[in-house]
Protein backbone atom coordinates (compact mmCIF):
# COMPACT_ATOMS: atom_id res chain seq x y z
CA UNK A 1 0.00 0.00 0.00
CA UNK A 2 2.90 2.62 -0.68
CA UNK A 3 1.33 4.82 -3.00
CA UNK A 4 -2.24 5.24 -0.78
CA UNK A 5 -2.12 8.39 1.49
CA UNK A 6 -2.02 7.69 5.46
CA UNK A 7 -5.36 7.53 6.22
CA UNK A 8 -5.68 5.01 4.10
CA UNK A 9 -3.17 2.73 4.97
CA UNK A 10 -3.86 3.19 8.47
CA UNK A 11 -7.79 1.84 7.68
CA UNK A 12 -6.24 -0.99 4.95
CA UNK A 13 -2.94 -2.16 5.31
CA UNK A 14 -2.50 -5.79 6.81
CA UNK A 15 -6.50 -5.87 7.16
CA UNK A 16 -7.68 -8.59 3.55
CA UNK A 17 -10.87 -9.80 4.57
CA UNK A 18 -10.86 -13.07 5.76
CA UNK A 19 -10.64 -16.02 3.33
CA UNK A 20 -13.12 -18.17 4.53
CA UNK A 21 -15.43 -15.61 5.83
CA UNK A 22 -15.29 -12.50 3.64
CA UNK A 23 -15.09 -10.80 7.58
CA UNK A 24 -14.23 -7.27 7.19
CA UNK A 25 -12.36 -7.11 10.18
CA UNK A 26 -9.36 -9.46 11.07
CA UNK A 27 -9.96 -11.79 13.28
CA UNK A 28 -8.26 -12.41 16.60
CA UNK A 29 -7.13 -15.76 16.05
CA UNK A 30 -7.06 -17.12 19.70
CA UNK A 31 -4.63 -20.31 19.45
CA UNK A 32 -1.70 -21.39 20.69
CA UNK A 33 -0.83 -24.05 18.36
CA UNK A 34 -1.17 -25.07 14.75
CA UNK A 35 -2.20 -28.69 13.51
CA UNK A 36 0.38 -30.08 11.46
CA UNK A 37 0.03 -32.62 8.17
CA UNK A 38 3.05 -34.64 9.65
CA UNK A 39 5.88 -33.57 11.31
CA UNK A 40 7.93 -30.18 9.98
CA UNK A 41 4.74 -29.78 7.21
CA UNK A 42 2.69 -26.57 8.45
CA UNK A 43 0.71 -23.84 6.79
CA UNK A 44 3.46 -21.16 7.54
CA UNK A 45 2.53 -21.47 11.80
CA UNK A 46 3.40 -24.01 14.06
CA UNK A 47 3.56 -22.06 17.87
CA UNK A 48 2.11 -19.22 18.36
CA UNK A 49 5.22 -17.26 19.97
CA UNK A 50 6.46 -17.19 16.64
CA UNK A 51 3.60 -16.62 14.47
CA UNK A 52 -0.07 -15.79 14.58
CA UNK A 53 -1.78 -14.24 11.89
CA UNK A 54 -3.91 -11.56 14.01
CA UNK A 55 -0.46 -10.49 15.05
CA UNK A 56 0.87 -10.56 11.56
CA UNK A 57 -1.71 -8.16 9.98
CA UNK A 58 -0.89 -5.57 13.07
CA UNK A 59 2.67 -5.98 11.95
CA UNK A 60 1.75 -5.31 8.42
CA UNK A 61 -0.33 -2.42 9.30
CA UNK A 62 2.47 -0.60 11.05
CA UNK A 63 5.70 -1.37 9.20
CA UNK A 64 2.63 0.46 6.01
CA UNK A 65 2.18 3.29 8.34
CA UNK A 66 6.18 4.06 8.39
CA UNK A 67 6.59 3.05 5.57
CA UNK A 68 8.75 0.33 6.50
CA UNK A 69 9.51 -3.40 5.02
CA UNK A 70 9.32 -5.48 8.16
CA UNK A 71 7.72 -4.95 11.71
CA UNK A 72 7.99 -7.13 14.97
CA UNK A 73 5.40 -6.38 17.71
CA UNK A 74 6.27 -7.06 21.18
CA UNK A 75 4.50 -7.33 24.37
CA UNK A 76 5.45 -3.76 25.63
CA UNK A 77 7.32 -1.20 24.73
CA UNK A 78 10.18 -2.50 26.78
CA UNK A 79 10.41 -5.67 25.56
CA UNK A 80 11.30 -3.95 21.77
CA UNK A 81 13.75 -1.99 23.39
CA UNK A 82 15.14 -5.23 25.15
CA UNK A 83 15.50 -6.82 21.66
CA UNK A 84 17.33 -3.98 19.92
CA UNK A 85 20.18 -3.53 22.89
CA UNK A 86 20.38 -7.57 22.91
CA UNK A 87 21.93 -7.18 19.08
CA UNK A 88 25.24 -5.73 21.33
CA UNK A 89 27.58 -7.99 22.99
CA UNK A 90 29.54 -6.89 26.27
CA UNK A 91 31.96 -4.49 25.32
CA UNK A 92 29.97 -2.31 23.24
CA UNK A 93 28.88 0.94 23.07
CA UNK A 94 25.78 3.61 23.35
CA UNK A 95 25.07 7.01 22.61
CA UNK A 96 22.24 8.30 23.88
CA UNK A 97 20.27 11.49 25.68
CA UNK A 98 20.54 12.61 28.65
CA UNK A 99 16.83 13.91 28.46
CA UNK A 100 15.27 9.72 28.73
CA UNK A 101 12.45 8.30 29.31
CA UNK A 102 12.99 6.72 32.84
CA UNK A 103 12.21 2.82 32.29
CA UNK A 104 14.73 3.67 29.54
CA UNK A 105 17.28 4.80 31.46
CA UNK A 106 16.45 1.98 34.00
CA UNK A 107 16.85 -0.83 31.41
CA UNK A 108 20.41 0.72 30.11
CA UNK A 109 21.82 1.59 33.25
CA UNK A 110 19.78 -1.23 35.58
CA UNK A 111 20.22 -4.35 33.60
CA UNK A 112 22.47 -4.13 30.90
CA UNK A 113 24.99 -2.14 32.01
CA UNK A 114 25.79 -5.08 34.22
CA UNK A 115 26.50 -7.18 31.34
CA UNK A 116 29.22 -5.18 30.03
CA UNK A 117 27.83 -2.32 27.45
CA UNK A 118 28.48 1.23 27.95
CA UNK A 119 25.74 3.95 27.78
CA UNK A 120 26.93 7.36 27.38
CA UNK A 121 24.10 9.95 28.27
CA UNK A 122 24.75 12.86 26.02
CA UNK A 123 23.05 16.51 24.92
CA UNK A 124 21.73 14.87 21.48
CA UNK A 125 20.13 18.86 20.86
CA UNK A 126 23.51 19.25 18.72
CA UNK A 127 23.53 16.31 16.56
CA UNK A 128 27.77 16.93 15.86
CA UNK A 129 28.21 16.53 19.96
CA UNK A 130 28.03 12.70 19.00
CA UNK A 131 31.17 12.60 17.32
CA UNK A 132 33.14 13.06 20.42
CA UNK A 133 31.65 10.01 22.01
CA UNK A 134 31.83 7.77 19.00
CA UNK A 135 34.84 4.84 19.46
CA UNK A 136 35.52 1.82 17.72
CA UNK A 137 33.40 0.24 20.24
CA UNK A 138 30.24 2.04 19.35
CA UNK A 139 27.52 0.41 17.95
CA UNK A 140 24.38 2.02 18.82
CA UNK A 141 22.75 5.40 19.30
CA UNK A 142 19.66 5.64 20.27
CA UNK A 143 17.36 8.75 19.95
CA UNK A 144 14.38 10.09 21.25
CA UNK A 145 12.70 13.43 19.72
CA UNK A 146 10.67 14.57 20.65
CA UNK A 147 12.14 13.94 24.31
CA UNK A 148 10.41 12.76 27.48
CA UNK A 149 9.39 14.82 29.10
CA UNK A 150 11.38 18.26 28.22
CA UNK A 151 10.26 18.06 24.28
CA UNK A 152 14.18 18.27 22.92
CA UNK A 153 14.43 17.95 18.97
CA UNK A 154 16.97 15.61 17.63
CA UNK A 155 17.80 16.23 13.85
CA UNK A 156 17.57 12.30 12.96
CA UNK A 157 19.18 13.01 9.75
CA UNK A 158 22.03 14.80 10.85
CA UNK A 159 22.13 11.60 13.42
CA UNK A 160 21.93 9.18 10.50
CA UNK A 161 24.56 10.62 8.19
CA UNK A 162 27.03 10.43 11.92
CA UNK A 163 25.64 6.74 12.37
CA UNK A 164 26.33 5.86 8.61
CA UNK A 165 29.95 7.24 8.68
CA UNK A 166 30.59 5.36 11.53
CA UNK A 167 29.17 2.05 10.37
CA UNK A 168 26.88 2.45 13.71
CA UNK A 169 22.88 1.38 14.21
CA UNK A 170 21.00 4.40 14.72
CA UNK A 171 17.53 3.87 16.57
CA UNK A 172 14.97 5.92 16.99
CA UNK A 173 12.05 6.25 19.73
CA UNK A 174 8.99 7.52 17.39
CA UNK A 175 6.75 7.08 20.38
CA UNK A 176 5.54 11.23 21.20
CA UNK A 177 5.77 12.27 17.21
CA UNK A 178 3.72 8.73 16.26
CA UNK A 179 4.08 7.80 12.56
CA UNK A 180 1.19 10.72 12.09
CA UNK A 181 4.36 13.43 12.40
CA UNK A 182 7.07 11.83 11.86
CA UNK A 183 9.04 8.81 9.64
CA UNK A 184 12.68 8.50 10.72
CA UNK A 185 13.20 5.65 7.89
CA UNK A 186 12.61 7.77 5.41
CA UNK A 187 15.52 10.71 7.65
CA UNK A 188 18.20 7.62 7.52
CA UNK A 189 17.06 5.80 10.70
CA UNK A 190 17.92 1.82 10.76
CA UNK A 191 15.08 1.26 13.35
CA UNK A 192 12.15 2.79 14.60
CA UNK A 193 10.85 1.57 17.78
CA UNK A 194 7.19 2.77 19.03
CA UNK A 195 5.37 1.93 22.66
CA UNK A 196 2.15 0.79 20.42
CA UNK A 197 0.70 1.58 24.29
CA UNK A 198 0.56 5.15 23.62
CA UNK A 199 -0.69 6.85 19.97
CA UNK A 200 -1.21 3.68 18.11
CA UNK A 201 -3.12 1.99 20.56
CA UNK A 202 -4.73 5.27 21.46
CA UNK A 203 -7.37 3.87 23.93
CA UNK A 204 -5.03 3.04 27.26
CA UNK A 205 -6.24 -0.61 27.09
CA UNK A 206 -3.35 -2.25 25.42
CA UNK A 207 0.34 -2.01 26.49
CA UNK A 208 2.49 -3.09 23.37
CA UNK A 209 5.97 -2.47 21.71
CA UNK A 210 6.47 -2.41 18.16
CA UNK A 211 9.94 -2.60 15.79
CA UNK A 212 10.35 -1.18 12.37
CA UNK A 213 12.82 -1.69 10.03
CA UNK A 214 14.15 -1.74 6.38
CA UNK A 215 17.09 -3.85 6.92
CA UNK A 216 16.86 -7.33 6.48
CA UNK A 217 19.45 -8.53 7.95
CA UNK A 218 19.01 -6.33 11.78
CA UNK A 219 15.03 -7.84 10.96
CA UNK A 220 16.01 -11.56 10.90
CA UNK A 221 18.25 -10.70 13.92
CA UNK A 222 15.53 -9.11 15.66
CA UNK A 223 12.94 -11.57 14.54
CA UNK A 224 15.24 -14.30 16.39
CA UNK A 225 15.58 -12.31 18.94
CA UNK A 226 11.61 -11.88 19.10
CA UNK A 227 10.98 -15.53 19.18
CA UNK A 228 13.61 -17.07 21.32
CA UNK A 229 13.18 -14.45 24.32
CA UNK A 230 9.25 -14.74 23.38
CA UNK A 231 8.20 -10.98 24.57
CA UNK A 232 5.17 -11.35 22.28
CA UNK A 233 1.99 -10.23 22.04
CA UNK A 234 -1.61 -11.92 22.13
CA UNK A 235 -4.10 -11.49 19.30
CA UNK A 236 -6.59 -9.36 21.53
CA UNK A 237 -4.07 -6.75 22.03
CA UNK A 238 -2.78 -7.32 18.47
CA UNK A 239 -6.91 -7.06 17.44
CA UNK A 240 -7.13 -3.84 19.52
CA UNK A 241 -4.39 -1.67 18.47
CA UNK A 242 -5.57 -2.64 14.81
CA UNK A 243 -8.87 -1.22 15.45
CA UNK A 244 -7.13 1.60 17.19
CA UNK A 245 -4.81 2.38 14.61
CA UNK A 246 -7.88 2.91 12.12
CA UNK A 247 -8.64 5.97 13.41
CA UNK A 248 -5.05 7.15 14.12
CA UNK A 249 -5.16 9.97 12.07
CA UNK A 250 -7.93 11.40 13.08
CA UNK A 251 -7.33 11.57 16.71
CA UNK A 252 -3.70 12.69 15.69
CA UNK A 253 -5.31 15.70 14.02
CA UNK A 254 -7.69 16.40 17.23
CA UNK A 255 -4.47 15.96 19.87
CA UNK A 256 -2.55 18.82 17.55
CA UNK A 257 -5.01 20.94 17.44
CA UNK A 258 -5.89 20.49 21.23
CA UNK A 259 -2.25 20.89 22.40
CA UNK A 260 -1.40 23.46 20.08
CA UNK A 261 -4.54 25.19 22.17
CA UNK A 262 -3.69 24.31 25.34
CA UNK A 263 -0.02 25.76 24.66
CA UNK A 264 -1.05 28.68 23.56
CA UNK A 265 -3.10 29.35 26.75
CA UNK A 266 0.09 28.01 29.38
CA UNK A 267 2.10 30.29 27.33
CA UNK A 268 1.34 33.50 29.34
CA UNK A 269 -0.05 31.41 32.47
CA UNK A 270 1.20 33.36 35.72
CA UNK A 271 1.96 30.25 37.48
CA UNK A 272 3.89 29.05 34.74
CA UNK A 273 7.30 29.60 34.74
CA UNK A 274 8.82 27.66 31.84
CA UNK A 275 6.60 25.69 28.99
CA UNK A 276 7.97 22.76 26.91
CA UNK A 277 6.00 22.30 23.46
CA UNK A 278 8.11 22.33 20.00
CA UNK A 279 5.58 24.04 18.36
CA UNK A 280 7.08 27.60 19.09
CA UNK A 281 9.50 29.59 17.72
CA UNK A 282 11.54 30.06 20.66
CA UNK A 283 11.39 26.14 21.53
CA UNK A 284 15.09 25.03 20.74
CA UNK A 285 15.32 23.66 17.52
CA UNK A 286 12.05 24.28 16.35
CA UNK A 287 13.10 24.96 12.66
CA UNK A 288 14.58 21.02 12.72
CA UNK A 289 11.09 20.02 14.16
CA UNK A 290 9.31 22.11 11.83
CA UNK A 291 11.14 20.18 8.96
CA UNK A 292 11.27 16.38 10.35
CA UNK A 293 7.37 16.63 11.64
CA UNK A 294 3.89 17.44 10.04
CA UNK A 295 2.79 19.03 13.36
CA UNK A 296 3.71 19.50 16.86
CA UNK A 297 1.79 17.06 18.74
CA UNK A 298 -0.56 17.14 21.72
CA UNK A 299 2.75 16.84 24.43
CA UNK A 300 3.50 19.75 26.37
CA UNK A 301 5.35 19.60 29.78
CA UNK A 302 5.32 22.99 32.28
CA UNK A 303 7.46 24.15 35.29
CA UNK A 304 4.79 25.77 38.46
CA UNK A 305 6.25 28.87 38.94
CA UNK A 306 7.78 29.16 42.32
CA UNK A 307 6.03 26.08 43.44
CA UNK A 308 6.80 23.54 46.25
CA UNK A 309 6.77 19.75 46.13
CA UNK A 310 3.18 20.01 48.15
CA UNK A 311 1.90 22.33 45.87
CA UNK A 312 2.66 20.69 42.46
CA UNK A 313 1.25 17.90 43.54
CA UNK A 314 -1.95 20.17 44.65
CA UNK A 315 -2.33 21.14 41.35
CA UNK A 316 -1.39 18.17 39.83
CA UNK A 317 -4.56 16.28 41.84
CA UNK A 318 -6.97 19.27 41.39
CA UNK A 319 -7.65 18.24 37.51
CA UNK A 320 -11.01 17.05 36.66
CA UNK A 321 -11.30 16.43 33.07
CA UNK A 322 -7.27 15.31 32.80
CA UNK A 323 -6.03 12.22 35.07
CA UNK A 324 -3.14 11.97 37.04
CA UNK A 325 -2.04 8.76 35.42
CA UNK A 326 1.03 7.89 34.17
CA UNK A 327 1.17 6.78 30.31
CA UNK A 328 0.20 9.19 27.64
CA UNK A 329 -1.44 9.56 24.13
CA UNK A 330 -4.77 8.20 25.07
CA UNK A 331 -7.81 9.79 23.74
CA UNK A 332 -8.43 11.01 27.76
CA UNK A 333 -6.52 14.18 28.48
CA UNK A 334 -3.35 12.74 31.15
CA UNK A 335 -1.36 14.84 33.65
CA UNK A 336 1.91 12.93 35.15
CA UNK A 337 4.81 14.47 37.71
CA UNK A 338 7.29 12.77 36.29
CA UNK A 339 9.84 13.50 39.10
CA UNK A 340 7.97 10.80 41.71
CA UNK A 341 6.31 8.92 38.52
CA UNK A 342 7.75 8.20 34.71
CA UNK A 343 11.50 8.97 35.87
CA UNK A 344 11.29 8.05 39.49
CA UNK A 345 14.35 5.84 38.19
CA UNK A 346 16.47 8.24 37.18
CA UNK A 347 18.81 10.02 40.39
CA UNK A 348 17.54 13.31 41.45
CA UNK A 349 20.49 14.98 40.15
CA UNK A 350 20.47 13.32 36.84
CA UNK A 351 16.89 14.43 36.43
CA UNK A 352 17.36 17.60 37.47
CA UNK A 353 20.41 18.48 35.20
CA UNK A 354 18.12 17.26 32.24
CA UNK A 355 15.18 19.66 33.55
CA UNK A 356 12.98 17.40 35.04
CA UNK A 357 12.87 19.57 38.36
CA UNK A 358 10.47 18.85 41.01
CA UNK A 359 7.34 21.10 40.00
CA UNK A 360 7.51 19.98 36.38
CA UNK A 361 4.45 18.68 35.01
CA UNK A 362 3.73 16.59 32.13
CA UNK A 363 0.46 16.74 29.81
CA UNK A 364 -0.91 14.48 27.41
CA UNK A 365 -3.34 16.20 25.71
CA UNK A 366 -6.38 14.57 24.73
CA UNK A 367 -9.14 14.94 22.13
CA UNK A 368 -11.66 16.17 24.32
CA UNK A 369 -13.42 19.47 23.58
CA UNK A 370 -11.18 22.09 23.81
CA UNK A 371 -13.24 24.43 26.04
CA UNK A 372 -13.59 21.62 28.65
CA UNK A 373 -9.82 21.31 28.76
CA UNK A 374 -8.55 24.85 28.88
CA UNK A 375 -11.52 25.55 31.69
CA UNK A 376 -10.31 22.77 33.71
CA UNK A 377 -6.80 24.02 33.29
CA UNK A 378 -7.94 27.84 34.18
CA UNK A 379 -9.61 25.95 37.94
CA UNK A 380 -6.60 24.03 38.47
CA UNK A 381 -3.79 26.71 37.87
CA UNK A 382 -6.35 29.25 39.73
Not at 166 to 194: E, R
Amino acid sequence: MKNYRFGTKAIHAGADPDPSTGAIMTPIYQTSTYVQEYPGKHKGYAYARGKNPTREALQKNIAALEDGKHCLCFSSGMGSMDAVIKLLRPGDEVITGDDLYGGSYRMFTKVFANYGIKFHFINMTEASNIKNYINANTKLIWVETPTNPTMQIVDIEACAAIAKAANVILAVDNTFASPYLQNPLALGADIIMHSVTKYLGGHSDVVMGALVTNNDSLYEQLAFIHNSCGATPGPMDSFLVMRGIKTLHLRMERHCFNGRKVAAYLKTHPRIEKIYWPGFEDHPNHAIAKKQMRDFGGMISIVLKDASEEQTFKIASSFQVFSLAESLGGVESLINHPATMTHASIPKAEREKAGVVDNLLRLSVGVEDIEDLLADLKQALA
